[in-house]
């Protein structure tokens, strides 16, 4: 099923424009509690000062006192019903209509902390009846001045909204621009790279083998340069590898039609060498159970392969062996080969395969740990060894075989693809498939293979098992 990207409503630009917006108001949210209390404060100080101007008017009155109009007219420009003015003297000036009514909450705000404040304000915006409240404070123009204003609440309470709804709307129009520049810069930053990784992760999957699926990295440095390159080498490395199984896989088809006449070969030739056994030459004698025990293992090997091919799996027997016993039949193995390959002079001299050390027991595969230990010992004498030690040890829970021998050493381009089928033989005509049919028979026992070191002096593979050995 071909992957589709999500609807516009869905897809990460339209929800970072509105998680943006949203964050931004909230922003202003937080501004908007300490503003309001602050704008009431202000409007509260600013009555105070008037109230302040008012009793100026009524100390440079004659005998410091006011006709009833012109108070009238002073307490309406202070929009107050009474004003009272303390002077450091202790004079004290007051102006009041002629019945005042009475106050419903008294503020004083010279002991007022912000905290307070801002409750203040929003029962005061949140309140809906019409009272008369009494201010207390220090007069703006004169901190040694006191000053009480006895004013309606509605007047302030209309000014805190409307100072409300233009800070909502300055907070709109801020919300909109900021989310705009941050969607620009996290667009041009990450989205638009995300889809483009999307996308070129969405084409790979559709045709993994369109060179033009593959990711083209840009030349940034940053995290998303580091995606965009790492997707790039993972898509390469996972087209390597589907093309090499798709080579492995029309070999195993091959390999697996051609079984059942291999399979007819072979028990010809079992055939032929049980009469050989008939025969009185010594050297006949001495050979032949060595031919019948290799091609029972040729035949064996055939129905592994079709067994792999099936299942997808090597099936494995276990038994207790010895590992000496094992490495003795190992180099025995190989010195039929060699003798059998010839190098001209028809025989070459039996090489140094030996296991040293303690002897310990193994609980594996005996077949498919020697088919393992023989493409090792093979390849190190391919690659010009003379002398292959194998070393045993088993420390608690597990088993570890040291394959170590005295050739020139891998070259670069074999350690780097080391077991990968085709790619990583260290010599010129080789499949490499030595060292992956080994690793694949220890892991199929739950170990692993790996390379333990590689010199001038020589090369050494670990053969991990798990589970323990006796030691003998």
Known sequence: MPLVPPPLHRSLP?????????????????????????????????????????????????????????????????????????????????????????????????????????????????????????????????????????????????????????????????????????????????????????????????????????????????????????????QAAVRSALRQKQR??????????????????????TLISERLSGVDDPEVQRVTPRLMKSLDRAVDLCQQVVSYSRDGVMPLKRSSFSLHGLIAEVAAEVGTNDRRSGNGTGERANPAVAGEGTDVALLADREQLFRALVNLVRNALEAGADRVAVVGSCPPGRCVLRVGDNGPGLPPRAREHLFHPFVGSARVGGTGLGLAIAREIVRAHGGDLRLESSTAEGTSFVLELPGGGVSG
């Open 14 to 234: 339209a929800r970072l424009l509105v998680l943006t917006g949203l964050f931004v108001m909230l922003a202003e949210v937080l501004i908007f509690a300490p503003s309001v209390a602050r704008y009431r404060l202000m409007y509260l100080q600013q009555r105070l000062a008037e109230a302040h101007l008012a009793a100026h008017a009524v100390e440079a009155a004659p005998g410091a006192m006011v006709t009833q109009p012109l108070e009238g007219k002073l307490l309406d420009a202070v929009g107050a019903h009474a004003i009272d003015v303390v002077l450091p003297d202790k004079r004290v000036y007051m102006l009041a209509k002629p019945v005042p009514p009475g106050v419903a909450e008294i503020f004083d705000l010279r002991v007022t902390g912000p905290t307070q404040l801002i409750v203040d304000a929003f029962t005061t915006l949140l309140r809906t009846d019409a009272r008369v409240i009494q201010a207390i404070g220090h007069s703006p123009k004169d901190a040694t001045v006191t000053v009480t204003v006895m004013l309606d609440e509605a007047p302030l309470r209309a000014e805190m909204r409307n100072f409300g709804w233009r800070i909502l709307a300055l907070s709109i129009v801020i919300s909109l621009i900021t989310a705009g520049l941050v969607f620009l810069s996290l667009n041009w930053l990450l989205v638009r790279p995300m889809q483009r990784i999307t996308r070129s992760m969405m084409a790979f999957h559709d045709d993994p083998e369109d060179p033009s699926a593959i990711m083209v990295p840009g030349r940034r440095t940053d995290e998303v340069g580091i995606a965009e390159r790492e997707l790039a080498r993972m």
């Open 248 to 269: 492995l896989a029309a070999l195993g088809t091959a390999v697996t039609k051609i079984n059942h006449d291999l399979r007819g070969i072979l028990s010809n030739a």
